[in-house]
């Protein structure tokens, strides 16, 4: 009654072009099949993509929002501007830079992206307040914030190549796990690099051409929170000794407390899945008919479930797949609908195993979508002829 096409995407190709262009050859081929024939699109992870790339999108703008929120309250508005500049201005070039290099945006690259939103604005902070502080000395905007760039090179060079040196080890990760997270260490150092230019090159020369010459020597009023600052930074300077030690004591205590009441360490954390999958196992000389109307049977105790998107049901002669046991007689895929509007996955499974419990000769077993690195074909053969024969 129904004919399925499974489609699967290479390594490195774009799922949702990929997609929609299956999409577009299905919708001009239907022109020459049965009036009939009904077409349905399942499990399109295309959805999931997009909902990543719009998760970034608003981690971008919460970020840009936040941190302009702080600039101005700190420098002023027109610092916040040149600050806020310096986020999407590194974005783009480090996607540039992995679009140039051939690299996929997938769920590292994204996850990478949001993890250096912070790191981003750090040297153009201190090269914009450098900056402020030269031109209340009486300095044009042109040279204070030439000043600033040669001044403060060094200090800001100095401070992003210690956080790469963290993040170069992880290049040389070695295995599946390797090929897996090496585009986190990769996106990071690009995008680091590019707020270093955007810091100490376009930031000062875009400062320069909208900054106007402020009143010379004007006094800022020292508030609550800098004043006890400086209280206590002066009584650490002037006990070097010990303020060595307490920092030391710090580190080890950090150290221990994690090992005394860390929770470990978990590669992938557990996750709301988007699809399911229940094998069906059942032993005995079965006809192909009978493990149909077995397949058939389980699918209707679960069909009607409103947190099911799609339910595909197959049933099998052999076991239909490398990763199956030989007594599995079919399989029925579930696709869930929003984990936003649904309830969770344990429970949607728990209530399908109450359903389907009464049901005699048979073994179900219930697996969620696992996620993380999934390992290709050992070997490829790839073949073309015009005469088949």
Known sequence: SAVTLEVKKRVGANIIETIARVREIVEAERVHWPAGIQVTYMQDKSDQIRDMLSDLQNNILSAIILVMIVIIAALGMRSAVLVGLAIPGAFLTAILALNTLDYTMNIVVLFSLILVVG???DGAIVVIEFADRRIGEGLSPIEAFASAARRMSWPVIASTITTLAVFTPLLFWPGMVGEFMKFLPITVIIALTA?????????PVLGSAITWRRA???VVPEGAVTRRYVQL????????????????????????????????????????PEFA???????GDLSVY?????????????????????????????????????????????????????????KILEEMRRRTVDIPGIQLEFRKAEEGPSGGKPIQVEFSARDFQ
């Open 233 to 272: 930074l002066n009584r650490l300077l002037h006990n070097p000794g010990k303020t060595l030690i307490a920092a030391l004591l710090a580190m080890i205590g950090a150290y221990v407390a994690y090992g005394q009441f860390g929770k470990g360490v978990e590669f992938f954390p557990a996750v709301e």
């Open 216 to 218: 010379v020597n004007k």
């Open 195 to 203: 707020s270093l230019a955007m810091a100490l090159v376009f930031i």
């Open 277 to 283: 999958l229940i094998q069906v196992h059942a032993r």
């Open 119 to 121: 790191m981003l604005v």
């Open 290 to 346: 009978e493990k149909d109307a077995i397949v058939r049977q389980v699918e209707q105790h679960v069909l009607d479930m409103g947190d099911l998107q799609s339910v595909y049901a197959r049933s099998f002669n052999t076991a239909g797949g490398e990763n199956m046991a030989e007594d599995v007689i079919g399989v029925i895929q579930l696709e869930f609908i929003n984990w936003e509007v649904r309830r969770p996955s344990a």
